[in-house]
């Protein structure tokens, strides 16, 4: 594919809300290449864990920076993560790093780091990057952006079966407010917060099927790069 033909599609939204599950069905179908940032931050995130650096020291966490690797693997059901060559697709699931992940990408280092990472990457390949600030500040000529969004009791409740799947007990009230907890952080933080950018198109996925999540953003990124085709 030529670089003028190179296409940039921004998925963006809160917790759960089904970025990471629609963002690996579009691009397997389209055949662009994943970018899941999440998986990134969250990387970060275990490496300060297994360091024991305090998530909050931005200072030790932003000097760690340069001695990770974060690299991706395509895989089924999930896609493979590796930290300095070291798998952590699980890993950089556990609850630890889910209620920590965001404070360490409040860190500006992190962000910065990360961002450079994301942007070489896009521009390399066609890419569907999903995350919290894509279509605002990492890839913002994105020609596609899409704002996915889903109610908290139905974003805890996929989360509480998601667990359940991976023989984890959480309850169900517990999980709507950690979930609340992440909405707020990631909206109120100082670097990159959680908005929709002007251009996005809001994609309410609660009630609806994965398929017809799916469908209603195939439609989106047609419409939008025709011209490009």
Do not use: C
Request: no cysteine; aromatic share 4%.
């Amino acid at each position: 594919m030529s670089e003028e033909k190179r296409v940039q599609v921004a998925i963006d939204g809160p917790a759960s809300a089904g970025k990471s599950t629609i963002a690996k069905i579009l691009a397997k179908q389209l055949s662009y290449v994943y970018v899941d940032t999440g998986a990134m931050y969250r990387a970060i995130t275990l490496a300060a864990q297994q360091a024991g650096i305090a998530y909050d020291d931005e200072q030790a966490v932003a000097a760690l920076l340069p001695q990770l690797q974060i690299d991706f693997a395509p895989g089924e059901p999930v896609q493979h993560v590796f930290l300095n060559q070291e798998e952590v697709t699980e890993a950089i699931r556990s609850t630890e790093v889910t209620n920590n992940v965001s404070t360490i990408a409040a860190n500006p280092a992190v962000r910065a780091d990360l961002v450079a990472r994301q942007r070489a990457m896009a521009a390399a390949h066609s890419v569907i990057m999903d995350g919290r600030d894509i279509g605002t500040t990492v890839l913002p000529a994105a020609p596609v952006k899409i704002f996915l969004v889903a109610s908290v009791a139905e974003r805890a409740e996929r989360r509480y079966r998601e667990n359940v799947a991976k023989g984890m007990t959480v309850e169900l009230a517990t999980l709507k407010k950690e979930i609340e907890a992440r909405d707020y952080k990631d909206s109120h933080r100082a670097v990159s917060p959680l908005v929709k950018a002007d251009d996005a198109i809001t994609v309410d996925t609660t009630g609806q099927s994965i398929e017809q999540v799916v469908a209603r953003i195939q439609t989106i990124i047609t419409e939008k790069t025709k011209d490009q085709a």
